[in-house]
């Protein structure tokens, strides 16, 4: 059995690789790989948090120079990232595994407000934590938000958007091949020790 070299970890998800082969958008099939590689990572015993972009849907920047102003741009673009985890949530829920997505800006109608020890509480009871809505705050990536939950939530680490082997540890479990389909994005082999 493998055991992997970490029980915790942030993934980075780009928002532009929940589009898939597409330019723009939610392609569900990729998203369906994501989820399965996520789920398959979790039933080798990592607790995970995933922080998602929103750059499928909209970039703030671009946004803003358009006319926008850069503020209300990022919150444009904080607000596809939540779009893009509540995909993300129903499909690790259909993989079969609990999820929460928690978002840096307030909608309690749509999805829990982010506050450190509920996540940790999620965590620790094996649930699938989506952070979203970035750090709340203009002129910070989701890269930025990446880093930040993981110093949070120490001794979490944080990955670097490339999957390689979180895959390959799937694959280990002897997992269908359209589970994992080499889609996952973050590279354990890049983890800050």
Known sequence: MIVPGFRRVIV????????????????????DRFAADIVAARHLGVTIGVVVGGGNVLRGVQVAAQ???????????????????????AAI????????????????QVCETYERARAMRH???????IFAGGTGNPFFTTDTTAVLRAAEKHPLKELVPRY???????????????????????SVSNCIK
């Open 12 to 31: 980075k998800l780009s928002g532009e690789a929940l589009s898939g082969p597409e330019a723009f958008g939610i392609h569900q099939p990729t998203i």
């Open 123 to 129: 965590l620790d009871e094996n649930r699938v934590v």
């Open 164 to 186: 390689n082997e979180l895959v390959e540890l799937a694959r280990q479990r002897k997992l269908p091949a359209d589970a994992t389909g080499g889609s996952i994005a973050v």
């Open 67 to 89: 006319g926008v102003s850069r503020p209300t741009g990022d919150a444009m673009g904080m607000l596809a990232t939540v779009m893009n985890a509540l995909v993300l949530e």
């Open 93 to 108: 829920e259909r993989a079969g595994a609990s999820a929460r997505t928690m978002s840096a800006l307030t909608m309690p």
